[in-house]
């Protein structure tokens, strides 16, 4: 499968990070974001390509919503592929969870909630 953009649209398709290439610091950094966790728990709670970028509810932009996924994939933790003019997403959860053991457990904990 390609991973270029069809349809005629102008966008690059996404570049995705192996989580096996992630250090332990790139991984903490993306998570210590509070919009980035809750983008990242209700990945958790939804099923996979389910969720199109504008589907969430989070106090940011277009534009910094955009840069939130790209640091996301950047730290292994989601993909992400265009589907007609929407981009859905994945929470690489199994990946993660290879790489990093626990960690994405420990920040989906409800009592965890801010």
């Known amino acids: 499968m390609s991973d270029r953009v069809t349809g005629g649209s102008h966008r690059a398709a996404p570049v995705h990070t192996d989580p096996d290439e992630v250090s332990v610091l790139t991984a903490l950094s993306a998570l210590a974001d509070p919009v980035r966790i809750q983008l990242i728990r209700e990945l958790a709670s939804s099923a996979d390509w389910t969720r199109s970028c504008g589907s969430f509810d989070v106090p940011v932009g ?51 909630v801010e």
Request: zero cysteines.
């Open 62 to 112: 277009k534009a910094a919503l955009s840069h939130h996924f790209s640091v996301l994939r950047g730290a292994g933790l989601v993909e992400q592929r265009d589907q007609g003019p929407k981009r859905v997403n994945r929470l690489r959860r199994e990946e993660f969870d290879a790489r990093f053991p626990g960690l994405l457990h420990l920040l989906l904990r409800a009592d965890d």
